[in-house]
């Protein structure tokens, strides 16, 4: 039972009541007087803001790894298919070292070109 009590005051957020505020500024009063309140009250804002700042840069760090995480799954599919693709195309597709392929083709036609005697008496 005392974790249970203990799991739902951690669970729920800091919800004070008017009342609770103005005890706990008037307890600060007494404790600390008004010269020095407004600089505790300035240093507690500062380590609050600062706490923040690093949490969201941590959360953000998290998220960017969880995204190159997803990012890597993605890319891994991509190449499986890839793969896939190609061993399924590989029938169909002649090789390139096929006498009727157009790559063949055309290095016969430039090698044609090349052979061609030139008139250079013009």
Known sequence: M???CIMIKYSSRMNFSFSEIAFLVLLGLILFGPKRLPEIAR??????????RA????????H??????ELEEHAKA???H????????SNILPPADDPDSITAALSRLSDRIKNI??????
Do not use: V
């Not at 240093?43 to 923040?52: C, D, L, N, S, V």
């Open 78 to 80: 991509i190449e499986e």
């Open 64 to 69: 960017d790894e969880i995204h190159k995480l």
């Open 82 to 89: 890839a793969k896939d693709i190609s061993a399924a195309t």
């Open 43 to 52: 240093t507690m804002g500062k380590f609050i803001a600062e706490f923040k």
């Open 117 to 122: 005697p030139r008139d250079y008496d013009a």
């Open 2 to 4: 005392f974790r249970k």
């Open 55 to 62: 949490s969201n840069e941590f959360q953000s760090q998290i």
